[in-house]
Protein backbone atom coordinates (compact mmCIF):
# COMPACT_ATOMS: atom_id res chain seq x y z
CA UNK A 1 0.00 0.00 0.00
CA UNK A 2 1.25 3.59 -0.98
CA UNK A 3 2.27 5.75 1.93
CA UNK A 4 0.60 9.05 2.51
CA UNK A 5 2.41 12.28 2.87
CA UNK A 6 1.29 15.62 5.31
CA UNK A 7 2.98 18.45 4.30
CA UNK A 8 2.61 21.47 6.14
CA UNK A 9 4.13 24.74 4.76
CA UNK A 10 3.75 28.11 6.23
CA UNK A 11 4.40 31.85 5.82
CA UNK A 12 3.63 35.14 6.38
CA UNK A 13 3.33 36.93 2.90
CA UNK A 14 1.55 40.34 4.60
CA UNK A 15 -0.75 41.11 7.07
CA UNK A 16 -3.94 43.80 7.79
CA UNK A 17 -2.73 46.89 9.91
CA UNK A 18 0.36 45.79 10.57
CA UNK A 19 1.95 42.12 11.91
CA UNK A 20 -1.84 41.28 12.51
CA UNK A 21 -3.99 39.17 10.41
CA UNK A 22 -3.35 37.84 7.29
CA UNK A 23 -5.95 39.20 4.14
CA UNK A 24 -8.32 36.51 3.20
CA UNK A 25 -7.72 37.12 -0.40
CA UNK A 26 -4.03 35.86 0.17
CA UNK A 27 -5.60 32.96 1.32
CA UNK A 28 -7.81 32.90 -1.64
CA UNK A 29 -4.91 32.87 -4.13
CA UNK A 30 -3.17 30.26 -1.75
CA UNK A 31 -6.37 28.26 -2.23
CA UNK A 32 -6.22 28.87 -6.68
CA UNK A 33 -3.10 27.41 -6.71
CA UNK A 34 -3.33 24.03 -4.29
CA UNK A 35 -7.35 23.82 -6.39
CA UNK A 36 -5.04 23.02 -9.52
CA UNK A 37 -2.64 20.74 -8.25
CA UNK A 38 -5.54 19.05 -6.68
CA UNK A 39 -6.69 18.82 -10.13
CA UNK A 40 -3.50 18.22 -11.46
CA UNK A 41 -2.82 14.75 -9.21
CA UNK A 42 0.06 16.47 -7.32
CA UNK A 43 -1.76 17.09 -4.23
CA UNK A 44 -4.29 14.74 -2.82
CA UNK A 45 -6.07 16.84 -0.51
CA UNK A 46 -5.55 20.03 1.64
CA UNK A 47 -6.59 22.59 4.05
CA UNK A 48 -5.64 25.97 4.13
CA UNK A 49 -5.77 27.98 7.91
CA UNK A 50 -4.18 31.29 9.45
CA UNK A 51 -2.66 31.98 13.11
CA UNK A 52 -2.33 35.60 13.39
CA UNK A 53 -0.61 36.52 10.21
CA UNK A 54 0.98 33.26 9.10
CA UNK A 55 -0.58 31.30 6.25
CA UNK A 56 -0.57 27.34 7.13
CA UNK A 57 -1.19 25.20 4.12
CA UNK A 58 -1.91 21.46 5.32
CA UNK A 59 -1.33 19.34 2.09
CA UNK A 60 -1.55 15.62 1.61
CA UNK A 61 0.16 13.74 -1.41
CA UNK A 62 1.73 10.40 -1.98
CA UNK A 63 5.24 11.75 -3.28
CA UNK A 64 7.04 11.54 0.11
CA UNK A 65 8.66 14.14 1.92
CA UNK A 66 11.14 16.86 0.09
CA UNK A 67 9.19 16.37 -2.43
CA UNK A 68 10.38 19.29 -5.34
CA UNK A 69 7.02 19.72 -6.93
CA UNK A 70 5.05 19.96 -3.57
CA UNK A 71 7.54 22.26 -2.47
CA UNK A 72 7.64 24.75 -5.53
CA UNK A 73 3.62 24.59 -5.80
CA UNK A 74 3.67 26.12 -1.91
CA UNK A 75 6.51 28.56 -3.04
CA UNK A 76 4.36 29.81 -6.03
CA UNK A 77 1.45 29.80 -3.83
CA UNK A 78 2.85 32.53 -1.44
CA UNK A 79 5.08 34.21 -4.25
CA UNK A 80 1.16 35.02 -5.98
CA UNK A 81 -0.01 35.68 -2.72
CA UNK A 82 3.16 38.40 -2.21
CA UNK A 83 1.64 39.63 -5.34
CA UNK A 84 -1.84 39.93 -4.20
CA UNK A 85 -0.09 41.53 -0.73
CA UNK A 86 1.83 44.03 -2.60
CA UNK A 87 -1.30 45.23 -4.46
CA UNK A 88 -3.36 45.58 -1.29
CA UNK A 89 -0.33 47.47 0.27
CA UNK A 90 -0.25 45.01 2.86
CA UNK A 91 1.92 44.87 5.73
CA UNK A 92 5.25 43.01 5.44
CA UNK A 93 4.23 41.81 1.68
CA UNK A 94 6.50 39.08 1.09
CA UNK A 95 8.53 39.03 4.32
CA UNK A 96 9.15 35.46 4.98
CA UNK A 97 10.11 34.91 1.09
CA UNK A 98 14.21 35.49 1.17
CA UNK A 99 14.31 35.03 -2.44
CA UNK A 100 11.94 34.81 -5.73
CA UNK A 101 13.54 31.84 -7.39
CA UNK A 102 13.06 28.30 -6.33
CA UNK A 103 16.07 26.28 -5.73
CA UNK A 104 14.66 22.73 -5.53
CA UNK A 105 13.28 22.74 -1.56
CA UNK A 106 11.50 25.39 0.03
CA UNK A 107 13.69 24.82 3.17
CA UNK A 108 15.60 27.64 3.68
CA UNK A 109 14.25 29.85 1.27
CA UNK A 110 11.68 31.69 4.53
CA UNK A 111 9.17 29.19 4.83
CA UNK A 112 8.41 26.51 7.53
CA UNK A 113 7.81 23.09 6.66
CA UNK A 114 6.73 20.32 8.83
CA UNK A 115 6.42 17.13 7.03
CA UNK A 116 5.53 13.15 7.33
CA UNK A 117 5.26 10.33 5.74
CA UNK A 118 3.33 6.79 6.89
CA UNK A 119 1.49 3.82 5.87
CA UNK A 120 -1.89 4.78 7.16
CA UNK A 121 -3.28 2.42 9.75
CA UNK A 122 -7.24 1.28 9.49
CA UNK A 123 -8.12 4.98 11.51
CA UNK A 124 -6.21 7.82 11.30
CA UNK A 125 -6.56 10.73 13.61
CA UNK A 126 -3.90 13.55 13.20
CA UNK A 127 -3.25 16.76 14.91
CA UNK A 128 -1.88 20.36 13.12
CA UNK A 129 -0.75 23.20 15.39
CA UNK A 130 -0.05 26.14 14.24
CA UNK A 131 1.21 29.31 15.56
CA UNK A 132 2.22 32.95 15.72
CA UNK A 133 4.30 35.06 17.54
CA UNK A 134 6.60 32.52 18.90
CA UNK A 135 9.42 30.37 18.06
CA UNK A 136 9.83 26.51 17.27
CA UNK A 137 10.94 26.14 20.77
CA UNK A 138 7.54 26.97 21.96
CA UNK A 139 6.86 23.35 21.11
CA UNK A 140 9.59 21.68 23.69
CA UNK A 141 7.10 21.61 26.77
CA UNK A 142 3.90 20.38 25.21
CA UNK A 143 5.26 18.20 23.24
CA UNK A 144 7.71 16.37 26.25
CA UNK A 145 4.55 16.46 28.15
CA UNK A 146 2.74 14.78 25.57
CA UNK A 147 5.13 11.92 24.54
CA UNK A 148 7.20 11.65 27.76
CA UNK A 149 4.92 12.62 31.09
CA UNK A 150 2.88 9.88 32.27
CA UNK A 151 1.04 12.56 34.41
CA UNK A 152 -0.35 14.19 31.06
CA UNK A 153 -0.24 10.87 29.03
CA UNK A 154 -2.30 8.32 31.18
CA UNK A 155 -1.40 6.28 28.28
CA UNK A 156 2.17 5.89 28.93
CA UNK A 157 2.02 4.31 32.04
CA UNK A 158 -1.87 2.25 31.19
CA UNK A 159 -1.42 1.50 27.84
CA UNK A 160 0.72 -1.17 26.87
CA UNK A 161 1.03 0.04 23.23
CA UNK A 162 2.46 3.41 24.86
CA UNK A 163 4.38 1.88 27.51
CA UNK A 164 7.57 1.52 25.99
CA UNK A 165 7.92 5.13 25.41
CA UNK A 166 8.95 7.46 22.42
CA UNK A 167 12.16 8.78 20.60
CA UNK A 168 13.13 12.29 20.45
CA UNK A 169 15.09 13.72 17.84
CA UNK A 170 16.61 17.45 18.48
CA UNK A 171 18.07 19.94 16.75
CA UNK A 172 20.91 22.52 17.72
CA UNK A 173 19.76 24.94 16.12
CA UNK A 174 22.88 27.10 16.48
CA UNK A 175 25.51 24.64 15.91
CA UNK A 176 23.19 22.95 13.04
CA UNK A 177 23.46 19.51 14.71
CA UNK A 178 21.00 16.65 16.04
CA UNK A 179 20.42 14.22 18.51
CA UNK A 180 18.36 11.41 18.96
CA UNK A 181 17.13 10.55 22.63
CA UNK A 182 15.15 7.84 24.29
CA UNK A 183 12.71 8.84 26.68
CA UNK A 184 11.84 7.51 29.33
CA UNK A 185 15.11 6.56 29.80
CA UNK A 186 16.93 9.64 28.89
CA UNK A 187 14.53 11.66 30.48
CA UNK A 188 16.52 13.96 32.54
CA UNK A 189 19.31 14.22 29.86
CA UNK A 190 16.64 15.35 26.65
CA UNK A 191 15.26 18.08 29.89
CA UNK A 192 18.62 19.38 30.00
CA UNK A 193 18.42 20.54 26.48
CA UNK A 194 14.58 21.02 25.66
CA UNK A 195 14.67 23.54 28.58
CA UNK A 196 17.23 25.91 26.24
CA UNK A 197 13.99 26.69 24.15
CA UNK A 198 16.23 28.90 21.83
CA UNK A 199 18.64 26.85 20.76
CA UNK A 200 17.38 22.87 21.15
CA UNK A 201 14.31 22.38 19.52
CA UNK A 202 12.38 18.88 18.93
CA UNK A 203 12.33 18.40 15.04
CA UNK A 204 10.59 14.61 15.15
CA UNK A 205 9.51 12.24 17.44
CA UNK A 206 9.37 8.28 16.93
CA UNK A 207 7.99 5.34 18.33
CA UNK A 208 10.44 3.19 19.58
CA UNK A 209 10.01 0.70 16.39
CA UNK A 210 11.20 3.88 14.39
CA UNK A 211 7.45 5.28 13.26
CA UNK A 212 6.60 8.51 12.76
CA UNK A 213 4.41 10.09 15.53
CA UNK A 214 5.26 14.04 15.19
CA UNK A 215 6.62 16.35 13.19
CA UNK A 216 7.98 20.00 13.86
CA UNK A 217 8.83 23.03 11.58
CA UNK A 218 12.20 24.32 12.82
CA UNK A 219 13.33 27.07 10.33
CA UNK A 220 14.83 29.91 12.43
CA UNK A 221 14.18 32.48 9.91
CA UNK A 222 16.05 35.05 11.97
CA UNK A 223 19.40 32.99 11.55
CA UNK A 224 19.00 32.17 8.32
CA UNK A 225 18.44 35.66 7.11
CA UNK A 226 21.68 36.65 9.19
CA UNK A 227 19.14 39.77 10.34
CA UNK A 228 16.00 40.05 11.52
CA UNK A 229 13.56 39.68 9.11
CA UNK A 230 10.07 38.20 10.72
CA UNK A 231 9.79 35.82 13.55
CA UNK A 232 9.89 31.49 12.82
CA UNK A 233 6.42 31.00 13.65
CA UNK A 234 6.48 27.08 14.10
CA UNK A 235 3.63 24.45 13.53
CA UNK A 236 3.83 20.74 14.18
CA UNK A 237 2.07 17.44 12.97
CA UNK A 238 1.21 14.98 15.49
CA UNK A 239 -0.84 11.83 15.34
CA UNK A 240 -3.27 10.16 17.92
CA UNK A 241 -4.72 7.38 19.06
CA UNK A 242 -4.13 3.26 19.00
CA UNK A 243 -0.43 3.25 19.94
CA UNK A 244 0.10 7.11 20.24
CA UNK A 245 -1.24 9.31 22.97
CA UNK A 246 -4.78 9.93 22.39
CA UNK A 247 -6.27 13.19 20.99
CA UNK A 248 -7.77 14.45 24.57
CA UNK A 249 -3.51 13.58 25.85
CA UNK A 250 -2.20 15.56 22.73
CA UNK A 251 -4.49 18.69 23.33
CA UNK A 252 -4.05 18.68 27.43
CA UNK A 253 -0.65 20.21 27.91
CA UNK A 254 -2.20 23.80 26.24
CA UNK A 255 -4.60 23.98 29.15
CA UNK A 256 -1.14 25.54 30.43
CA UNK A 257 -0.50 28.79 28.92
CA UNK A 258 2.86 28.45 29.41
CA UNK A 259 5.58 31.53 28.99
CA UNK A 260 7.19 31.28 25.38
CA UNK A 261 9.50 33.61 23.65
CA UNK A 262 8.27 35.74 20.51
CA UNK A 263 5.24 38.43 20.93
CA UNK A 264 6.06 42.48 20.30
CA UNK A 265 9.04 42.67 18.35
CA UNK A 266 9.94 38.94 18.97
CA UNK A 267 11.85 40.22 21.88
CA UNK A 268 9.30 39.48 24.63
CA UNK A 269 8.02 36.79 27.11
CA UNK A 270 4.24 36.20 27.28
CA UNK A 271 1.96 33.23 27.53
CA UNK A 272 0.82 31.11 25.05
CA UNK A 273 -2.90 31.47 24.53
CA UNK A 274 -4.90 28.52 22.39
CA UNK A 275 -7.99 29.98 20.41
CA UNK A 276 -10.01 28.85 17.61
CA UNK A 277 -9.48 29.32 14.09
CA UNK A 278 -11.46 32.75 14.57
CA UNK A 279 -10.00 34.50 17.74
CA UNK A 280 -6.22 33.62 15.94
CA UNK A 281 -5.82 37.21 16.07
CA UNK A 282 -2.81 38.62 18.00
CA UNK A 283 -3.64 41.62 18.82
CA UNK A 284 -2.55 42.98 22.62
CA UNK A 285 0.66 44.06 22.18
CA UNK A 286 0.96 42.46 19.12
CA UNK A 287 0.11 39.21 20.64
CA UNK A 288 -0.03 37.29 23.10
CA UNK A 289 1.62 34.43 21.07
CA UNK A 290 -1.15 32.51 19.76
CA UNK A 291 -1.94 28.56 19.12
CA UNK A 292 -4.30 27.03 17.03
CA UNK A 293 -5.15 22.77 16.78
CA UNK A 294 -7.20 21.24 14.06
CA UNK A 295 -7.63 17.52 14.32
CA UNK A 296 -8.59 15.20 10.75
CA UNK A 297 -8.69 12.08 10.12
CA UNK A 298 -6.41 10.95 7.11
CA UNK A 299 -8.88 8.36 4.75
CA UNK A 300 -6.99 7.43 1.98
CA UNK A 301 -4.83 10.08 1.78
CA UNK A 302 -7.72 12.69 2.06
CA UNK A 303 -8.35 14.89 5.27
CA UNK A 304 -11.88 14.21 7.32
CA UNK A 305 -12.15 17.79 9.25
CA UNK A 306 -10.78 19.51 10.72
CA UNK A 307 -12.31 19.56 14.41
CA UNK A 308 -11.19 22.94 15.49
CA UNK A 309 -9.93 21.44 19.09
CA UNK A 310 -9.35 25.07 20.96
CA UNK A 311 -12.96 26.08 20.29
CA UNK A 312 -14.02 24.65 23.33
CA UNK A 313 -15.20 26.05 26.84
CA UNK A 314 -13.12 24.02 28.58
CA UNK A 315 -9.76 25.79 27.16
CA UNK A 316 -11.93 29.27 28.55
CA UNK A 317 -9.98 29.17 32.09
CA UNK A 318 -6.54 28.75 30.09
CA UNK A 319 -7.11 31.91 28.08
CA UNK A 320 -8.11 34.04 30.75
CA UNK A 321 -5.13 32.84 32.39
CA UNK A 322 -3.06 33.80 30.01
CA UNK A 323 -4.79 37.18 29.65
CA UNK A 324 -4.00 37.63 33.01
CA UNK A 325 -0.82 36.55 33.13
CA UNK A 326 -0.08 38.94 29.93
CA UNK A 327 -1.81 41.82 32.37
CA UNK A 328 1.41 41.01 34.65
CA UNK A 329 4.04 40.49 32.23
CA UNK A 330 3.33 43.60 30.48
CA UNK A 331 3.79 45.57 33.91
CA UNK A 332 7.33 44.63 33.64
CA UNK A 333 7.84 47.41 30.81
CA UNK A 334 11.25 47.17 29.15
CA UNK A 335 12.25 44.52 31.54
CA UNK A 336 13.06 41.15 31.74
CA UNK A 337 12.12 38.42 31.99
CA UNK A 338 9.53 40.25 30.27
CA UNK A 339 11.81 41.63 27.85
CA UNK A 340 14.00 38.76 26.34
CA UNK A 341 18.17 38.87 27.49
CA UNK A 342 19.58 40.88 24.81
CA UNK A 343 21.08 38.21 23.52
CA UNK A 344 17.72 36.91 22.39
CA UNK A 345 16.27 40.00 21.34
CA UNK A 346 15.17 40.65 17.60
CA UNK A 347 15.04 44.54 17.98
CA UNK A 348 17.67 46.26 19.99
CA UNK A 349 18.89 49.34 20.16
CA UNK A 350 21.94 48.53 22.76
CA UNK A 351 24.99 48.50 20.63
CA UNK A 352 23.89 52.05 19.20
CA UNK A 353 23.27 53.04 23.15
CA UNK A 354 26.89 51.70 24.15
CA UNK A 355 28.24 53.20 20.91
CA UNK A 356 26.90 56.45 22.53
CA UNK A 357 28.03 56.48 26.21
CA UNK A 358 31.60 55.01 24.91
CA UNK A 359 33.49 57.74 26.27
CA UNK A 360 31.48 58.49 28.76
CA UNK A 361 32.12 55.38 30.62
CA UNK A 362 34.13 56.15 33.12
CA UNK A 363 36.20 52.66 35.55
CA UNK A 364 34.85 51.99 39.02
CA UNK A 365 36.95 52.50 42.08
C1 LIG B 1 6.55 39.96 16.08
C2 LIG B 1 6.00 40.86 15.05
C3 LIG B 1 5.61 42.23 15.44
C4 LIG B 1 6.60 43.26 14.87
C5 LIG B 1 6.23 44.68 15.33
C6 LIG B 1 7.13 45.75 14.73
O1 LIG B 1 6.87 38.73 15.54
O2 LIG B 1 5.89 40.49 13.90
O3 LIG B 1 5.48 42.36 16.83
O4 LIG B 1 7.91 42.96 15.29
O5 LIG B 1 4.90 44.98 14.96
O6 LIG B 1 7.10 45.64 13.35
P1 LIG B 1 7.85 46.63 12.35
O7 LIG B 1 9.29 46.70 12.75
O8 LIG B 1 7.62 45.99 11.00
O9 LIG B 1 7.16 47.98 12.48
MG1 LIG C 1 4.40 39.56 10.01
MG1 LIG D 1 3.62 35.60 12.29
Redesign the pocket.
Known amino acids: MTKTTISVIKADVGSVA ?2 LVAHPNLIDTCDEVLAKALEEGLLEDYYITRCGDDIDMIMTHRNGEENEEVHETAFNAFMKATEVARGLKLY ?1 AGQDLLSDTFSGNIKGMGPGVAEMEFKERPSDPIIVYCCD ?1 TEPGAFNLPLYRIFADPFNTAGLVIDPSLHDGFKFEVFDVMEHRKVIMNCPEESYDLLALLGSTGRYVIKRIFKKNGEIAASLSTERLNLMAGSYI ?2 DDPAAIVRAQSGFPSAGEVVEPFAFPHLVS ?1 W ?3 SHNGPLMPTSQEEANPIRF ?1 GPPRVIGLGFQVADSKLIGPVDLFDDPAFDRTRQQAADIADYMRRHGPFEPHRLPSEEMEYTSLPGVLEKLESRFEKMD
Open positions: GHGKGKGMRGD
